[in-house]
């Protein structure tokens, strides 16, 4: 009954190469996001999606490309892997509803680039 | 954009004792403030979250409080327990997007 879930949970790659991270939300929510953590933890959002539709679009290098299917997944493409993008990534997904934004996170992919 | 301060980076107290996180946000038009507790090896969950209109919020243990006016808010832990160790994360933001502080390391020791 996994509310938000990715796939890998650990993926370990070479520089250069190219990687795909999937996430699948079963809570029926409209917004789906894709988060950023760092070694010092740091959570940096990435990318909003609402109903399919890229709403957010932080300062990410274009290599990182996110993909929505449907409402219930968002993919993170990654082209030309660099050893900064060592990280843990989060997918997360929400409800908007007037003041709320309670946001669910998955419990993310270590990536580690070599 | 909103920017969100959030102090100390780290925090240790003894079991028993109390611990306050405090932030500050620049946005005056964020109207959510959310708190989320990361423990090791897992995605953060929302603990307790205020909105706008409200100056303080308890549940249990745990208590969050608000000042619009001078953009700041803060989470105050009691009676803390070594299971309460984690990182913790406020944010900012509005329906939509929330922009998240950099996070508290605490621990909790027995």
């Known amino acids: 009954d996994t509310a938000v879930s990715q796939t890998p949970k650990y993926l370990v790659t070479q520089m250069g190469n190219d990687k795909s991270i999937k996430c699948e939300q079963n809570?029926?929510?409209?917004?789906m996001y894709w988060y950023k953590q760092d070694s010092k933890k740091f959570l940096k959002i990435m990318f909003s999606?609402?109903?399919?539709?890229?709403?957010i679009n932080e300062t990410v290098p274009n290599r990182f490309s996110p993909k929505s299917p449907d409402k219930a997944h968002l993919n993170l493409h990654i082209n030309s892997l660099e050893l900064g993008d060592s990280a843990v990534y989060f997918c997360?997904?929400?409800?908007?509803?007037?003041?709320?934004?309670?946001?669910?996170f998955g419990p993310g992919t270590r990536l580690t680039v070599l | 954009g909103e920017n969100v301060e959030q102090h100390p980076s780290t925090l240790s107290v003894q079991e028993g004792d109390s611990a306050v996180i405090k932030c500050t946000y620049s946005?005056?038009?964020?109207?959510?403030f959310p708190w989320y507790k990361q423990e090791l090896g897992k995605g953060p969950q929302l603990i307790i979250d205020?909105?706008?209109?409200?100056g303080e919020k308890k549940d249990q243990r745990i208590a969050v409080t608000l000042n619009k006016t001078a953009k700041h808010f803060s989470l105050h832990i009691t009676e803390t327990q070594p299971e309460d160790s984690a990182v913790y994360f406020c944010?900012?933001?509005?329906?939509?997007?929330?922009?998240f502080g950099d996070g508290t390391t605490l621990t909790v020791k027995p």
């Open positions: 999606y609402n109903n399919k539709e890229l709403i």
């Open positions: 944010a900012a933001g509005y329906a939509g997007k929330s922009t």
């Open positions: 809570l029926g929510h409209d917004t």
């Open positions: 997360a997904s929400s409800q908007p509803t007037g003041e709320d934004n309670e946001q669910f």
């Open positions: 946005d005056s038009a964020s109207n959510y």
């Open positions: 205020i909105r706008s209109n409200v």
